[in-house]
């Protein structure tokens, strides 16, 4: 039995969909989305074509940076809904068919957490350890700030405490331990709790930093955290064997191949893109895919059951910290060459419509990329229908505004004031009022139906998920032309970069006399010459999906 025969390994043609609760739909009017308005709007994800759900953190929450500030790992949010509304969602998803993941947010906990309350009222305290504390800070503190707006150490002075604390990101999220056993131990019966309430894996945070252990002072002495990494994998797939993680990692390919683990992969089943991402970006703004095809030509395959987690944009700014400088100037001068776009001088806290002036052409495109790119696609919720921004929320809240469901008051996403929602509407072009699911459901020509056909398509094509890609040569230096193979059968998505037309001659080597091609996306057929020459058109900002049709085959196109 062929592997892609079976659902065994299904994570590696996913549709994977992230989404914030709380700004998703709200059900009881308080301005906060819960747990069972995402229930009742579980069929526009279910008809969108989406197998997999990230729910972003739902746990109990100070709620200074998002929820990622987490008090208790093994509750819900009491203003979400219950552990009961949770069961009934994943209930629901996997009648439609769809696995549910979320967060693991388990490199820090918040600090008005009961373990770090107690670790700081006293040295004897049993959570004590279950922190990284020293007397002095290292000499190096302020390298490798993650928030730079808002602080300047990675080290804390904690008066109760009486000593200075780690914490990689915000102050008030200080480091778990990861070498102390007692939170490895701990971190698997989180696991263990969620994976049996129904839960289909994770999407793990900050990895590099969860396995960091420069702070601890005999670091020298620790095991290697990637055997952690290997021990929590093995465990997750002993209690689920078809669970998986989902891994940010943002650090160059060579380091990043690491946490996939050895060739069997036996760490994260996926991890994020971020170079590829950055380089499309960079590639947009240079109407030339060039960049983006040097990346993946660098990009290391990953082990045969793992895969890349592809995305265009997310709950975080859009970070370009792995380019140039040269390069990051380029991208913010097409895309945010505002100061209040930019945020941490290395990145844009926008989506993508409005980078692109809101262009249909060129946005369908880069959708198009994503569901061809060898990976699995992640959307980011309100992506299906084109949602903008809100620069006058803080930071990154920007592009956490409420899903737009309709026309109506607060785009139908709650009947509360407008000022008690738990994110700011988007206004002007982009607002409920121009962007919505509701009126695009009914319009053939909206991005939620584009969105929907780039889906139906890319479930149907076992090629761009589990064949080997082949970047082709040609001529056109604006359009990024791929060949995908599996088991005889063969795509080649064109895509061009460019708001000039473009035509591309490729030789598709070995495919024989009588052959055509046939565009998954119109429908329109073409010939192919005797000794495999392909002539193509693409528009302005065009794409084609090619199935490659040999005198016998048998596709429905
Ligand atoms: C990750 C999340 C981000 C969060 C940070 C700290 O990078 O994506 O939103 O602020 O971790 O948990």
Redesign the pocket.
Known sequence: MRLTETADVWWKNAVVYCLDIETFFDTDGDGRGDIRGLSQRIDHLAELGVTCLWL?PFYPTPDR??G??ITDFYGVDSRLGTHGDLVELITLAQDRGMRVIA?L?V??TSDQHPWFQSARASRESPYRDWYVWRDEPPEDADKGI??PDQEDSLWQYDEQAGQYYLHQ??KH?PDLDIANPEVREEITRILGFWLQLGLSGFRV??VP?LLETKGSLDAADLPDPHDYLRDLRAFLNRRNGQAVLLG?VNLPYKDTRTFFGDEDGDELTMCFDFIGMQKLYLSLARSEPAELVKALRERPDPPEEAQWGTFVR???ELTLDKLTEDEKKEVFAAFGPEEDMQLYGRGLRRRLPPMLGNDQARLRMVYSMLFTLPGTPVLFYGEEIGMGENLAADG?NAVRSPMQWTRDPNGGFSTADPDQLAGLVVEGELSPEHVNVADQRRDPDSLLNWIKLLIQRYRECPELSWGKYTILEHESPTVYAQLSEYEGGAVVALHNFSDEPAEVTLALAGTGVGVRVADLLTGKTSEVDNDGTLRHPVGPYGCCWLRVLRPDDRYII
């Open positions: 972003m940076d998002d990622y500030d967060d947010v490199n820090h993650v928030f990101f915000y999220q945070d900050a930093f940010e997310n709950h975080d990154r």
